[in-house]
């Protein structure tokens, strides 16, 4: 004969599904609405954005090969949809944004000028550390816009810290703190999910899932590739997105913001996107077949998509063409910028170390 | 047959402590597990179980008593139905000599002692142990900037796993006294980004041994960042938590970090010796805009030292200071090896040989022109290091005087380390393996030809 479930037992089982619906809930909402109803102007504006990525990055892969930008250089071409369409969403001069090395692309999407950024990959006094950075260490507190970590996933805690600032000072703000696929795969990463669930920081990790860790293909090095699945374990809901489009990356980026603005903790987004460049300029990429790389480009490109959408909603293909001659001028003139600039004096060898004098 | 209840050692480096409470009476019958007294150590308030059955005969200790030895009998039980024994002559004299013990509850500091030109003549002093000279500190910035905030594990509720952050959760509550998960990377991490964002966080390590987990962040995240920057991004975030061999815990629980993060630019690295420099230092390091690794020692927790009555202590960064005058030679050292220091020169005093004993209280930036000044005065030296020889302040130290000291130098720079080896366990190992008043000594007989 079948037992009754006890009281206890079917408490724990209503439980149960309720706090699985409090973890799917985002995915569920993003799912019913998955693209943002941007205005014409508005997707302008983020083809724009995401052309100046773009065109950047290829500039900056031109200047590493002819010897004027040195040491690591990580591009961002192809995930471009990641950061325009998340920090779209984010309030200038409130939210704060902290990444890993492969930082150029969320700089530009946060407004800060080309020009500086350019002369720092260069290592010229005008740069936006004086130089002294270099591409994966840059930052503008101006901006809120807090680095460029070279250190693989430290950028996780360092942005609950950020976030904890934001709760602290009670000032509103949401850190938005990127990484990718092989960060995930620290350790720190998952400390930083227990405290900021625990404390319900005001923070949306993003895991910017390229498919691959350096040269290592996600599923060689994650037993959960599913890395949206990965907050479960400290209560933290997470949601699946199609990093490229622009269009539905803003969608989840509402609701996630809607979600942590309201006090609830953190929220943990898996944006799936592909890199079209090798991990680093060094980078042979022999790990994945042309026939892959070029099937993302011919088929998902995030720029190629934002253009097709404009055109077949009737946007004068005049009004592509001056958008993309004004962003090769000005990546044109960064360029020159960054080349025609002074290295750094050297008395600039000794300053910054610390900040006062002992 | 009576069984001798001894005063227990409840901590590794409790040497005495107090009863606080008695749970029995005489003539109550106990058994093993019962609670029979409440014993105050230096980290916490402890609860003393019975291990034997039988009844109370004496209680030798009376409740509140400061002071008692680790060791002393306190109570005696006897077999059930055995009227309540005389105690053993022995546990008389224990017991009468513990109210004599109780007076000075903590060790009393060598003297004879230099007064800090850094603080006023004809400031009041009142005797503090380096604890609460640290706790201090803490509340103190914490009333004048509420940017300040304590984070680590047990700082909150629990009151600090060696008592230093005791008090701060009720005065400044939950969200300013944070516990948190034993999660060193990660919390180190949360505070130095709390620090990027604008607050002030002091992360207290339980221990700096277990800095290690996190030690990318203060080094990668909290040192550079400011330089990788340009100058934009500042960090000032303070590191703090006893640092070096305490006692008897073995060697993944016994090292000295002073040298590791004095070798990085970007840091801030002080190692206070006594009270005074603990508070002024430690509040100095909470407003300083640079990142912070303060190392404190918790064998000097519970020494009592005297302390400025200042309304705002505060001393200068990067300042060494002369703890003893002498002429004949220098000896130099930091945090726990300026006791074994001062105590050495004790013992030279009777020898006839005058040591300057030199604390560098910070070790980066380290104060080389008082170690150069005091070098070109007594034209000897000797450093005193509890910590291993190779790349240390030691050799640092002596770097300096080859290097900038030379023409003043009447002796080859000696160093006084603990053994090179992991500390060992065992009680005379460990004893071995740590420096001490007389391996000191005997370095300045050999620099003076004596």
């Known amino acids: 004969m079948a037992k009754k479930p006890t009281a206890a037992a079917a408490a724990k089982a209503a439980a149960a599904t309720e706090e699985t619906f409090a973890l799917r809930s985002l995915q569920e909402a993003h799912a019913a609405n998955k693209r943002y109803a941007a205005s014409d102007e508005e997707l302008l504006h983020f083809y724009e954005q995401m052309l100046l990525i773009r065109r950047f990055e290829e500039k900056a892969g031109q200047l590493y090969g002819l010897g004027l930008i040195g040491g690591f250089c990580h591009l961002y071409i192809g995930q471009e949809a990641v950061a325009v369409g998340l920090q779209s969403a984010l309030e200038a001069g409130k939210d704060s944004v902290i990444t890993g090395y492969r930082d150029h692309g969320h700089m530009l999407a946060y407004g800060i000028d080309p020009k500086v950024i350019m002369a720092e990959l260069t290592g010229r006094a005008a740069g936006i550390s004086r130089g002294k950075g270099g591409s994966m260490h840059m930052f503008s507190t101006d901006h809120k816009f807090y680095g460029g970590h070279g250190i693989v996933g430290a950028q996780v805690p360092l942005g609950a810290g950020l976030a904890f600032a934001h709760k602290y000072r009670g000032d509103g703000g949401v850190c938005m703190a990127y990484f990718g696929d092989g960060a995930a795969n620290q350790g720190q990463v998952y400390e930083a999910f227990n405290m900021a669930s625990l404390w319900k920081l005001p923070i949306v990790f993003v895991v910017e899932n390229n498919g691959y860790a350096m040269g290592t293909a996600v599923k060689r090095g994650s037993a959960e590739t599913e890395f949206y699945r990965r907050g479960t374990a400290f209560r933290i809901p997470g949601m699946d997105v199609n990093g490229m489009d622009v269009l539905e990356v803003r969608a989840a980026a509402n609701i996630a913001l809607d979600y942590v603005r309201a006090g609830n903790g953190p929220v943990l987004m898996e944006l799936n996107t592909y890199r079209y460049r090798g991990h680093s300029m060094s980078d042979p990429a022999k790990y994945r077949s042309r026939e892959e790389v070029q099937e993302m480009r011919d088929k998902h490109d995030p720029i190629e998509g934002a253009k097709a959408e404009l055109l077949a909603r009737g946007v004068a293909e005049d009004r592509i063409k001056e958008i993309d001659k004004r962003i090769r001028s000005i990546v044109a003139e960064s360029a020159d910028f960054a080349e025609n600039s002074p290295e750094p004096e050297m008395t600039e060898l000794y300053t910054d170390v610390l900040v006062e004098s002992y | ?450």
């Not at chain 2, 007594?378 to 030379?406: D, K, Y």
């Not at chain 2, 080859?412 to 053994?419: H, I, M, N, S, T």
Request: hydrophobic share 45%.
């Open chain 2, 1 to 450: 047959m009576s069984i001798e209840l001894k005063m227990p050692a409840l901590s590794p480096t409790m040497e005495e402590g107090t009863l606080a409470k008695w749970l029995v009476k005489e003539g109550d019958t106990v058994k093993s597990g019962d609670i029979l007294a409440e014993i105050e150590t230096d980290k916490a308030t402890m609860e003393f179980e019975a291990v034997d059955e039988g009844v109370i005969g004496k209680l030798l200790v009376a409740e509140g008593t400061e002071g008692v030895k680790v060791g002393t009998v306190i109570a005696v039980i006897g077999d059930e139905g055995e009227a309540a024994p005389a105690p053993a002559p022995a546990s008389v004299a224990a017991a009468a000599s513990a109210p004599v013990a109780a007076a000075p509850a903590e060790r009393p500091a060598p003297a004879p002692r230099k007064a800090d030109p850094a603080v006023p003549a004809g400031t009041n002093m009142k005797m503090s142990t380096v604890r609460e000279a640290l706790r201090d500190a803490m509340a103190e910035e914490m009333r004048r900037d509420s940017r300040v905030f304590v984070m680590g594990e047990e700082v909150a509720e629990y009151q600090g796993a060696y008592k230093v952050t005791q008090g701060l959760l009720e005065e400044f509550g939950p969200t300013r006294v944070i516990d948190t998960p034993i999660t060193e990377y990660g919390f180190a991490g949360i505070g130095t980004g709390a620090a990027m964002g604008g607050l002030r966080p002091v992360v207290e390590f339980m221990t700096f041994n277990f800095a290690m987990q996190a030690i990318d962040h203060i080094i990668n995240s909290a040192a550079k960042t400011n330089y990788m920057s340009g100058g934009q991004m500042r960090c000032p975030v303070v590191f703090r938590g006893p640092n070096g061999a305490a006692s008897r815990v073995g060697a993944q629980h016994s090292q000295n970090y002073g040298p590791w993060y004095a070798s990085v630019p970007g840091l801030v690295v002080i190692a206070p010796y006594d009270a005074a420099d603990a508070k002024g230092l430690l509040k100095a390091a909470i407003r300083c805009e640079d990142p912070v690794v303060f190392l404190e020692n918790e064998l000097v927790y519970g020494r009592s030292f005297e302390l400025p009555e200042l309304d705002d202590h505060v001393l200068p960064i990067g300042k060494a200071r002369i703890m003893r005058e002498g002429k004949d030679v220098t000896i130099v050292s930091y945090s726990i090896g300026v006791g074994f220091a001062l105590e050495a020169a004790e013992l030279l005093a009777a020898e006839g040989i005058e040591a300057e004993v030199l604390d560098l209280r910070t070790l980066r930036p380290l104060d080389k022109e008082a170690v150069l000044t005091s070098l070109a005065k007594t034209n000897r030296l000797v450093v005193a290091e509890e910590g291993w020889p190779q790349c240390s302040i030691a050799s640092e130290v002596m770097a300096i005087c080859m290097e900038e000291g030379f023409d003043h130098l009447d002796a080859p720079v000696l160093r006084v380390c603990d053994e090179d080896v992991p500390l060992p366990y065992a009680a005379n190992l460990e004893k071995a393996a740590i420096i001490d008043a007389a391996r000191i000594a005997a370095a300045v007989r050999k620099v003076c030809y004596r």
